[in-house]
């Protein structure tokens, strides 16, 4: 039975088998820091093509732009922006680690001490800025209007 | 097949010799003949703190369930068979021990273990290697040299030896390439251990089929699909820096220094 299927299959596609994928794999931190600066890749390439429509709106008319522009004024966006500054500041990090890993020569050698550090400089650069950018947001919403 | 409770095997027969402890090993259990999908099967087994994963397998296989297949030669670490991914991730079977996977404040200790990703799964936890050594075999990892044969050996500086040194220790276990989620994507790709075993040969010395190994990877299914995730780096139970190896016939390519 078994080599009745062995004859009529190749080498690396006999029966019953099948490349296994499914289960989870809990790889290196070097893995998880690619998958994030895909995620991250693919939001801030979101954003740019929004940005590029609601720019280009000036070519139809301003008041539409302004009209567009003034949705955006809202809590709701004010968080998606601060989710952006996250996004494109752990992308153009992990940019630079990606890029000593690719050409410096002991970068492969220093790529978890460069995660944790840029992971530091990311929190340390977030944390004043979303204070900074939803400090408005907020004080407008709770602050009991001064 | 009945639905069968997943603990409902009688592992009573499992010799407990004294301080062992009682482990739950969730095996990924797959038989062509009778499943069309892979399944979870545990087995409540003793074991010791210096035991082996292994040595968990082949109780299961002796006293349990004969039908359980895995690969396993020497047993320690040095002919590379017993690849498999132990909780969550590729590690030798004979070189990983009980007592680093115990959990902690005496809670119940289970070890998952399933076959090695991204390659045809047999049975069990038992994989076709025939693609790996495909992409082992394309790279031609062998020492080409053209021109006369010298009469003595051919001789290597130390420095020389050491340059490839790292690469030298790979045993094809297949952990490395099947932890790399490239591999896992597309088949194609030559996957880590081609790279390193063309690594070894390419910065030998005494080897002058350096430019066709790089331009056999600098192909669309070559080096360049590498995207530094470190997976086979860790994966790697001798301790090679595939990863750096990688980079190296990357920037070999790049800049055309060997």
Not at chain 2, 73 to 89: E, K, V, W
């Amino acid at each position: 039975m078994s080599t009745s299927t062995a004859e009529t299959a190749g080498a690396s596609d006999r029966a019953g088998a099948a490349r296994r994928s499914g289960t989870f794999y809990r790889g290196d931190p070097g893995m998880w820091s690619w998958v994030l600066h895909r995620i991250t890749g693919v939001l801030t390439f979101f954003f740019l093509f929004v940005h590029v429509l609601d720019t280009a709106l000036v070519r139809v008319s301003p008041n539409a732009y302004d009209e567009v522009i003034e949705t955006y004024k809202t809590p709701f966006v004010n968080l998606l922006e601060v989710a952006l500054v996250g996004a494109v500041l752990y992308h153009a990090l992990n940019g630079i680690r990606v890029i000593l890993v690719d050409f410096w020569a002991k970068g492969t050698q220093y790529q978890k001490v460069m995660l944790w550090s840029l992971i530091g400089v990311w929190v340390i650069v977030m944390v004043p800025g979303t204070y900074f950018m939803l400090e408005r947001t907020v004080s407008e919403l709770f602050g009991g209007g001064n | 097949m009945t639905a069968v409770a997943e603990n409902a095997h009688d592992t009573s027969q499992i010799p407990a010799p004294e301080g062992s402890v009682t482990i739950t090993v969730k095996i990924l259990r797959f038989n062509p003949e009778l499943d069309t999908e892979p399944h979870w099967e545990s087995y409540d087994v003793p074991a010791l703190p210096t035991d082996r994963v292994l040595n968990l397998l082949f109780n299961i296989k002796n006293y349990v369930d004969g039908t359980l297949a895995f690969r396993r030669s020497c047993a320690h670490g040095i002919c590379g068979s017993d690849a498999m991914q132990i909780n969550g991730i590729n590690r030798l079977a004979c070189k990983v021990l009980v007592k680093d996977l115990l959990a902690k404040d005496g809670k119940r200790t289970t070890v998952t273990v399933a076959p090695i990703k991204g390659l045809p799964t047999m049975k069990d936890l038992y994989v076709d290697m025939e693609p790996f050594f495909e992409a082992y075999r394309a790279v031609k990892p062998y020492l080409i040299a053209y021109g006369n044969e010298p009469t003595r050996e051919r001789i290597q500086s130390q420095a020389d030896r050491e340059r490839f040194d790292d690469t030298t220790k790979c045993i094809l276990c297949a952990a490395c390439t099947s932890s790399c989620p490239v591999y896992w994507a597309d088949g194609s790709y030559f996957g880590p251990a081609a790279i390193v075993n063309a690594h070894r040969f390419i910065f030998d010395s005494r080897d002058e089929g350096s430019e066709e190994r790089l331009d056999i990877l600098n192909d669309a299914e070559g080096v360049w699909r590498c995207r530094t995730t470190f997976n086979c780096t860790d994966a790697c139970p001798r301790g090679i820096q595939v990863t750096k190896a990688i980079q190296e016939v990357k920037r070999a390519l790049l800049f055309k220094r060997v």
